[in-house]
């Protein structure tokens, strides 16, 4: 009923850039907020950026400005720019968002199925 389909990770070197986009689709009556989190191998899955419906943002600690979330609701879509890469943020990196919709409207959390972000030399 409601899905959400990310694209853009891949492999990049130390210091490069990747942008991840993620497409909300189904019935879909509003959007409460949309972000990224992320699971590095061996470790649990951590909060990488947020935005809610009225434009506020949380950062993970560890993005120390190097990642830009921005989010057009219109579209239903998120994006995800990050620069600065290090081998440490290689992980797979998901999309997540609070949808009301679906047959009755209710409102949830929905994922996606996540992408592979590797940054290694």
């Known amino acids: 009923q409601v899905q959400l389909v990310e694209s853009g990770g891949g492999s990049v070197q130390p210091g490069g850039s990747l942008r991840l986009s993620c497409a909300a689709s189904?019935?879909?009556?509003?959007?409460?907020?949309m972000g990224w989190s992320r699971r590095a191998p061996g470790k649990e899955r951590e909060l990488v950026a947020y935005?809610?419906?009225?434009?506020?943002?949380d950062y993970a600690d560890f993005v120390e400005g190097r990642f830009t979330i921005s989010r057009d609701f219109a579209k239903n879509t998120v994006t995800l720019n990050m620069n600065r890469l290090k081998p440490e943020d290689t992980a797979v990196y998901y999309c997540?968002?609070?949808?009301?919709?679906?047959?009755?409207?209710?409102?949830?959390?929905?994922w996606g199925q996540g992408t592979q972000v590797t940054v290694s030399s």
């Open positions: 997540n968002a609070d949808i009301a919709g679906g047959s009755y409207g209710y409102r949830n959390d929905y």
């Open positions: 189904g019935t879909i009556l509003s959007i409460h907020g």
């Open positions: 935005i809610t419906l009225g434009g506020k943002i």
